[in-house]
Each structure stands twice: as structure tokens, then as C-alpha cells.
């Protein structure tokens, strides 16, 4: 009887550490789940393993423990957690004018922040060491949307800007800091690739001010090739955010041999007159070796100055080549009268001859947001 009684209390014992266990185990799972990453938006369920991501063109279908293409998404246990929410890898206090945007808050320092992934494969990329990684890779710094705000307000800055990589990749940390921001009264900017859902981006653009999206190029074979995207569905963002009145500048990194053709540059310039207005700012950017295009030059600055050109007989009245320190087309000119009114060195404003804005010359009124 002694010994039956033995056994019930070894059992008894066994069956409680048992449950504490599971319940261990259940503790974890659910910080693994709940806390320490966040659930992402816009994905469902296929089956018991695996879930389906909509918040880019891709629609990755994602099996267990597995990310999407972004490397930011991950499913866990059938459900998609974003992997990047509050865990920025670069934190910044940038110029505004590094985005670049020349005709959003001109001088102004934006509160910039990023976490690694991205849903593009760019052969020059040059962030990679941040937007071909996921973020279990990277160092990160934990901030929470209410501390992002709070670091802008005490550095100063008007602007957070969701930047470096592919904003797009963090999605639910940008779209809840942005609202907190909002509320502050600080603005928000963001330098995207474009690639996006419909509904995703009509889900975020009522709390975005200013965007600089990057149009590679105009070629469907481009994207496909160089990018490993999808023209259309960018064109489309950008006639989205147009209808939504969002500042929108163009930067349209230039690459050798690539997308530096005159017919691919008119074509480019066409485009974004056409369907974005003269109004809207473009940046030529220097390519430099990279990434998987190492083995190629930097871009010739005749080839910029002749994008340039091309886009001002096209119409475009305010055009800009970035990444050549100095050079004269950094700096914004009225359209009308020619004087140099914002003259820029790098990313320093020299001189702003832009008052309510207008040119301080002649009065004309000058595309942006300035105060």
C-alpha cells in the first residue's frame, strides 16, 4: 500500500512538473509570438503551415519558419510576424536633403530610421548590407514607435523619415510610428522603391507627407532583369500617391550600359510629366561599383549633365544630379528668371533665396512645401 502510494506521489510530481512545462513552453511561445515580434497586416492562411503575404506584388506564399522574399516577414507557427517592427539597424539625424527631397522642408534635419530587408533585388544596390539581410542578422537598436517619436521631438527634428533600406519591409513599424507622429505633430517622409499592394499603400499614405521614390528605370525588361520587380506596379504607386497629395520627388539612379540611353531617359522624363506634372523634382544619381555590379564604373558626369538636358527640353523645371559633390545642378533654379534660388553644397544650403515660397528675384512661385 506504502509503495502504491510512493508512485501516486511520484506521479502527482511528474504530472506537475509536467504542466509547468507546457506552461513554460506556452510563456515562451507566446513572447516569441506576441512580444518579442509583432504581427505583421495583410496576410492569410492557406493551410495549417503556411501563409500568404499581400502586401507586395510578390504575394509570397510562406511555409513554416520560413521568410518571404523581403527576409523581413517570417511565419511562425501560421502566423506572419513582422520581423523588423522595433528593431531598427540604422539610426540616424540626417539633412532632409539626403533622401534626397530639395523642395520638402528645404534645410530642415529629418529623425531617420530603417530596419533590414527589402522586397527588390537591385544588382547596384547600395545599401545591401542592410536591404539584402534580415533582421536577425543585423544589430539593431530596440525602439518602439513612441520612442522614435520621442527621440525626433528632443533631437529637434520636424521630419521622421523611414529610410536606408526598403521602408516597405517594415511596414507595420512605419505605418504605427507615422500615426504617433502624426498626433505630435511631426511630419513623415519616406524613400521607397515603390513596391507595393494597392491597399497597403492607401492604408499608409493618409499619414506620409512627402515621399522620394525610386523610378530605376522605365523598362518592363529593367525591372525585371536588373530590379527583380515589376514596372507597372511601381508606376502605379506613383499615380496613387499623386492622387492622394503627396509631395513626390523621382531619383532615377543612372547606371552604365543599363538605363543611361538617351531614348530610355526621354522616355523616363515623359513619363513623370506627363502623369506626375512638370512640377515634380528629379535626381540623376551617380551609380557607383557595387553590390553585384562591382565590376563597372562610375557614371560618367557627361552622361549625367545629358540626363539633364533631356529632362528640361522634356519640360521637367526642376532637375538635379546627385552624388557629384559641388557640381552646379545640386542647387534649385527658378524656372522662370534662371537665378540659382536654394544654392546646395553636398547636403549644406548655402544660400535660400526663397521666401512664402516664392523667388526672392521675381516672385515666381516655386514648387514644395517650404515652411
Known amino acids: 500500500m506504502k509503495g502504491c502510494l510512493n508512485l501516486l506521489n511520484q506521479f502527482s510530481q511528474m504530472k506537475i512538473k509536467f504542466l509547468l512545462i507546457i506552461l513554460i513552453l506556452g510563456l515562451q511561445l507566446i513572447g516569441y509570438g506576441e512580444e518579442k515580434y509583432h504581427r505583421a497586416l ?26 518571404g522574399f523581403c527576409r523581413a516577414r517570417k511565419n511562425i507557427g501560421g502566423v506572419l510576424y513582422a520581423m523588423g517592427y522595433g528593431n531598427p539597424c540604422a539610426v540616424a539625424v540626417d539633412p532632409i536633403e539626403k533622401k534626397p527631397l530639395f523642395h520638402y522642408l528645404c534645410g530642415s534635419k529629418a529623425f531617420s530610421i530603417a530596419s533590414a530587408g527589402c522586397n527588390l533585388r537591385c544588382l547596384f544596390c547600395q545599401n545591401w548590407q542592410i536591404s539584402q539581410f534580415s533582421p536577425e542578422e543585423t544589430k539593431n537598436i530596440p525602439l518602439s514607435p513612441n520612442q522614435v517619436v520621442q527621440l525626433a521631438k528632443q533631437k529637434g527634428c520636424p521630419v521622421i523619415a523611414y529610410t536606408y533600406s526598403e521602408p516597405i519591409s517594415f511596414y507595420e513599424y512605419m505605418l504605427d510610428t507615422a500615426k504617433i507622429a502624426r498626433s505630435a505633430g511631426i511630419k513623415n517622409i519616406m524613400h521607397t522603391a515603390g513596391y507595393i499592394n494597392q491597399e497597403p499603400l492607401e492604408q499608409i499614405l493618409p499619414f506620409i507627407d512627402a515621399a522620394n521614390v525610386d523610378l530605376k528605370g522605365i523598362s518592363k525588361e529593367y525591372y525585371k532583369n536588373v530590379c527583380g520587380g515589376t514596372l507597372d506596379d511601381v508606376l502605379r504607386t506613383l499615380m496613387i500617391m499623386k492622387k492622394y497629395k503627396i509631395w513626390i520627388e523621382i531619383t532615377n539612379l543612372v547606371v552604365p550600359g543599363y538605363n543611361d540611353s538617351d531614348a530610355d531617359i526621354k522616355q523616363l522624363c515623359d513619363w513623370i510629366k506627363n502623369n506626375l506634372g512638370p512640377d515634380t523634382p528629379v535626381h540623376f544619381s551617380r551609380f557607383g561599383p557595387m553590390y553585384k555590379l562591382a565590376h563597372l564604373t562610375a557614371t560618367p558626369y557627361a552622361t549625367l549633365e545629358k540626363a539633364y538636358k533631356i529632362a528640361k527640353k522634356s519640360g521637367l523645371k526642376y532637375v538635379y544630379i546627385g552624388n557629384v559633390y559641388g557640381n552646379l545642378y545640386e542647387s534649385t533654379f527658378c524656372p522662370k528668371c534662371g537665378k540659382i534660388i536654394v544654392k546646395r553644397r553636398g547636403y549644406e544650403i548655402v544660400e535660400n533665396n526663397i521666401k512664402k515660397g516664392k523667388c526672392t528675384f521675381c516672385g515666381t512661385k516655386i514648387a514644395g512645401v517650404w515652411e
Open 42 to 67: 495583410f496576410f492569410e492562411r492557406v493551410d495549417e503551415q503556411s501563409v500568404q503575404c499581400r502586401l507586395c506584388p510578390r504575394n509570397c506564399l510562406i511555409p513554416e519558419g520560413r521568410y
